[in-house]
């Protein structure tokens, strides 16, 4: 069956902009996580729904930063007034109910700001 | 200090040698350890997860876990050039979000 994806494949905006970055998990995966990867570093965590409602939004550095998942399906990770500190690959992963231990992740959106 | 270390490397092998990865963690409430392979360019793929202490082997990959010492390892037998990439110890302190290491790039030269 078709994997996680991320829409676009690579977004390059300019500081001060809004961007919008789109996931779409695995068919029937309850659960979808938001990871931030800057270069040489691993996937730093931002925010998980279960379902509908943001379970934990604690990695999601300031208030500029906001997702979605209004059917429990697609997310949105939206980020406002971008920065030049916010250029990074954005990571998606879905899993199935009660599995959180099996995270398959998206191709990631790059983000340039510049 | 970070929840999750790892030498970021790079560690060069010859073709079909062992590959030693190694990893500490912090939190001693973790309960879940998982090592992904990220090939340059591509997303994280995870290749084994392990949960007790001890082994657990699947095919040419070996994990290893030692909670008293707060240790992770992965053994890669018969290293090809195929298995460049970086590889990235997990870990699930029990919130359902994984926490990752900076990884460590392996390099296996013919």
């Not at chain 1, 990074?88 to 879905?94: G, P, R």
């Not at chain 1, 599995?99 to 510049?114: C, E, S």
Request: proline share 5%; charged share 20%.
């Amino acid at each position: 069956g078709a994997g996680v994806s991320q829409t676009p494949s690579n977004k390059v905006t300019e500081k001060g902009k809004y961007v919008e970055l789109r996931c779409d998990p695995i068919s029937g995966h309850t659960a979808l996580y938001w990871y931030r990867q800057s270069l040489g570093q691993g996937p730093e965590f931002l925010i998980y729904f279960q379902g509908t409602g943001a379970a934990d939004d604690s990695g999601l550095p300031n208030d500029r930063f906001f997702a979605v998942r209004p059917e429990g399906s697609v997310s949105t990770l939206k980020i406002q007034r971008t920065e030049r500190g916010d250029s990074a690959v954005y990571l998606c992963a879905s899993s199935p109910a009660g599995d959180a231990d099996t995270q398959y992740f998206g191709p990631g959106t790059r983000l340039t700001v510049l | 200090q970070k929840e999750v270390e790892q030498n970021s490397g790079p560690l060069s092998v010859p073709e079909g040698a062992i590959a030693s990865l190694n990893c500490t963690y912090s939190d001693r409430g973790s309960q879940s350890f998982f090592w992904y392979r990220q090939y340059s360019g591509k997303s994280p793929e995870l290749i084994m997860s392990i949960y007790s202490n001890g082994d657990k082997e699947d095919g040419r990959f070996t994990a290893q876990l030692n909670k008293a010492s707060q240790y992770v390892s992965l053994l890669i037998r018969d290293s090809q050039p195929s298995d460049s990439a970086t590889y990235l110890c997990a870990v699930n302190i029990g919130t359902d979000k994984l926490i990752f290491g900076t990884g460590t790039r392996l390099q296996v030269f013919p």
